[in-house]
């Protein structure tokens, strides 16, 4: 804190060109640095404004003749030292008091305030009236926030404060006999920014070095940053332009005034407490749960009293349409393309067409346009279950830009309007597009199965091949395998044909159907019992993490407390200091947010207990389902392990795969894969796997003596050839079918959060 401080009041001296008794720099240092800790830091909330700066300024009287007076100025940090007798604000007031003195203090005052340059105390400069029109000219600038308007100002022509500004600054130029004079004019233009038009038009012809007098009605017209202010005075002070502010009292001729590094960081107070209000206003507008903006997300429209959004059976058609479309496997791009053939009108448009909008006055080049990003944005609003949602974004009053805040600061007031999505398929969705699925790469349709398959040994996702040697044969590998090393981070593929996951997934859930259609009460009694005692266990671990966190977080805050008094009574170094420090923040850190997931994990608990119920209503859904589609597989499944083959390399062989469903975890029917082989069958599994036994050892000889090899080499471009004759042959088939889709024309990565073509 004493250090921001210190910060802050040394650069109300950054830019003071003033030479002289190094006392005045000390004294002015102690003063600003007393009152900025007083009204920024550590006095009275209330106080910790800019009127109350205006106020201790004003209240500074000195009497040379009572050395025992005290100002309003002197109580107030009385009171401030019986509250906090170690404030930092008051020991650089009692330093101040003590290194200037009564007498110092007063002409210390009567030098920061100086006099007024208003019209009637200023002279006509020597030899002004001689300057020709081919000499340096003034700049007259004149700057006006859009905040001030009126209710009834013309945005086409300039509002009557700055045709005041400009009769001011006009008339003050020609008592002074200032000649050349140009107008540089801000119209409904913050202070904050610095790339106002009219402002760099001036600082360009100040570059130039051709201007000779600036004039402005005071420094907030400069605008409302200063240390950016502070910047351009001495940018002025090198071009050797005079600065003037009429009604501030600052004439750069004069020497500098000690008080116009206070008017500066006032002037950005009062752009700090207009933000700071208006915030406010919005803030208790938004926590009450209406909605903090006068447009409508697609899909609603305004109520007549435009208090209340109203479900739009039209767009909230398409809506529904684009989930329910993810849902059965298409990706952003390919819901794009769909609807734009169609001939959609793109949100944007459509709303424009209904008077709502931002863009309602925008001609468009495509209303049918859509994009995958749009898409996107349409998929993550949780408006659409009904919830308001505020305070996504926050503006600073200095930039104007609008940044994302974390989602756990948003505010969010549940069922305010009718939903178009509900809950389960919004968490569908949302999971389906976590799991990035694959572009067909033009082979063929998207695969069913991609973002569900996981490999049992390492966890990493298995991607699918569409062929094998020329044929059109679907199959999933582990992904962890082919990273370079080969075999490093997962030793085998684990690979697993398409067709063998889904006819398991069908046959199981088949069997669970019929399960339960014959014996409903056991049926219900057995998935509520699986799904409790598979949450049982997983609680229970993340009840134990969350103790053992929520310790080690009480420790770190001793630890830190320790370090710190080690430090200052010169025990621990200040470098040691550091580093210990940096290390426990970050721990504790990392700890907080861990803490604050299981803790959702642990509450969520209580909520997922009726899930054996969600199952069970969505086995009746498909209870007599003919075909495996995308849908039921994104509804049904959460994962499923795949476990290496019992025999690598071998089409029949045994290969262990567990499937977990969504609600309840791994469940499996009773007597589900059971099957009685006959002593024949029994006799054909083992001639057939002494046969495998036997080809695999003369494999083993071939390859040792190198015959192997060399017959591999001979058939090697032959067998080649007739691969990419066979590849050729089925991407003809899939341009023929119309699911051929050429690499180049697939777009190359998501679109980013935030960034809208519609």
């Not at 305070?391 to 989602?407: L, N």
């Not at 259609?517 to 266990?537: C, G, I, L, M, P």
Request: net charge positive.
């Amino acid at each position: 804190k004493p250090t921001a401080v210190m910060s802050q009041g040394g650069s109300f001296l950054l830019y003071d060109g003033k030479e002289g008794d190094e006392f005045w720099t000390k004294a002015e240092t102690l003063l600003y640095c007393a009152l900025v800790a007083y009204i920024v830091f550590e006095g009275p909330e209330e106080e910790r404004n800019m009127n109350t700066l205006v106020e201790m300024i004003n209240s500074m009287e000195v009497r040379e003749d009572d050395e025992s007076f005290k100002n309003a100025v002197d109580y107030m940090f009385d009171g401030l030292a019986k509250r906090k007798p170690q404030a930092f604000a008051v020991r650089q007031y009692a330093k101040y008091k003590l290194a200037s003195g009564v007498v110092c203090s007063k002409r210390l005052l009567n030098q920061s305030v100086g006099k007024s340059l208003r019209t009637h105390n200023l002279k006509p400069k020597k030899g002004a009236q001689a300057m020709r029109k081919n000499e340096k000219i003034t700049a007259l600038y004149e700057r006006l926030s859009r905040d001030d308007f009126g209710k009834d100002d013309d945005q086409q022509r300039e509002s009557n404060s700055i045709s005041n500004q400009k009769a001011m600054l006009e008339e003050f130029a020609a008592r002074q006999g200032f000649t050349n004079i140009v107008h540089f004019t801000d119209d409904g233009i913050s202070g904050t920014c610095f790339d106002r038009p009219g402002f760099l038009a001036m600082m360009k012809e100040v570059e130039a070095g051709n201007v000779e007098y600036l004039c402005i009605k005071d420094m907030s017209r400069m605008g409302r940053d200063y240390l950016k202010v502070g910047q351009i005075m001495e940018i002025l002070r090198q071009r050797g332009v005079r600065l003037i502010a009429i009604n501030d009292g600052v004439d750069s001729a004069r020497g500098d005034d000690d008080f116009t590094p206070f008017r500066n960081i006032m002037n950005e107070y009062y752009a700090r407490d207009t933000s700071r209000k208006i915030r406010s206003t919005f803030q208790s507008k938004g926590k009450s749960g209406k909605h903090l903006t006068g447009t409508v997300i697609y899909g609603y429209l305004w109520n007549e009293a435009r208090d209340q959004w109203l479900v739009d059976p039209e767009a909230a058609e398409v809506v529904k349409r684009i989930f329910s479309m993810t849902i059965d496997g298409y990706g952003p791009y390919q819901i794009a393309s769909k609807l734009k053939e169609e001939k959609v009108l793109i949100p944007s448009a459509y709303l424009a067409r209904h008077g709502e909008g931002v863009n309602k006055n925008k001609t468009f080049k495509d209303v049918y346009g859509w994009g995958s990003s749009t898409i996107c944005n349409i998929l993550e609003k949780r408006e659409y279950l009904g919830h308001t949602i505020n305070f996504k974004t926050r503006k600073h009053f200095k930039d104007k830009k609008s940044h994302y805040v974390p989602e756990d600061e948003w505010t969010i007031f549940e069922n305010t309007h009718d939903p178009i999505i509900d809950q389960q398929t919004f968490d569908l969705v949302q999971k389906i597009r976590g799991n990035v699925r694959r572009y067909p790469d033009g082979w063929g349709e998207a695969a069913p199965l991609t973002g569900l398959l996981y490999c049992a040994d390492c966890g990493g996702k298995m991607y699918v091949h569409r062929t094998n040697n020329g044929k059109r044969i679907s199959q999933y590998t582990c992904s962890q395998y082919t990273k370079v090393p080969c075999g490093t981070l997962c030793k085998t593929q684990h690979r697993i044909n398409e067709d063998v996951v889904l006819s398991l997934v069908s046959e199981m859930l088949k069997a669970i159907a019929e399960y339960a259609k014959h014996d409903r009460a056991e049926f219900v009694r057995v998935v509520q019992e699986a799904q409790s005692s598979q949450q049982t266990t997983e609680v229970r671990k993340q009840r134990t993490r969350l103790a053992t966190a929520k310790q080690r977080v009480s420790e770190l805050e001793v630890l830190l407390c320790k370090i710190y008094e080690d430090n200052i009574l010169g025990k621990l170094s200040d470098s040691r200091y550091a580093t210990l420090d940096a290390q426990y923040e970050k721990e504790q850190t990392e700890l907080t947010a861990e803490i604050s997931v299981l803790e959702k994990a642990v509450k969520s608990y209580e909520k997922h207990e009726k899930d054996a119920d969600r199952f069970i209503a969505l086995i009746d859904k498909y209870e007599n389902f003919d075909k495996l589609t995308i849908a039921m597989l994104n509804e049904f499944i959460e994962k499923i392990l795949v476990h290496e083959r019992d025999r690598k390399g071998s089409i029949q062989t045994t290969q262990e795969v567990e499937i977990y469903f969504n609600f309840v975890g791994r469940f499996v029917p009773p007597a589900f894969g059971e099957v009685e082989l006959t002593p024949e069958e029994l006799e054909e599994i083992r001639k057939r796997e002494e046969r495998k036994d036997r080809l695999h050892q003369n494999y083993l000889k071939r390859k040792a003596s190198g015959a192997q090899k060399r017959y591999e080499d001979k058939i090697k471009k032959r067998k080649k050839a007739e691969i990419e004759a066979k590849k050729a042959a089925i991407r003809a088939e899939d341009i023929a079918k119309g699911v051929f889709v050429p690499v180049s024309s697939l777009p190359q990565r998501e679109p980013m959060k935030g960034v809208q073509t519609a």
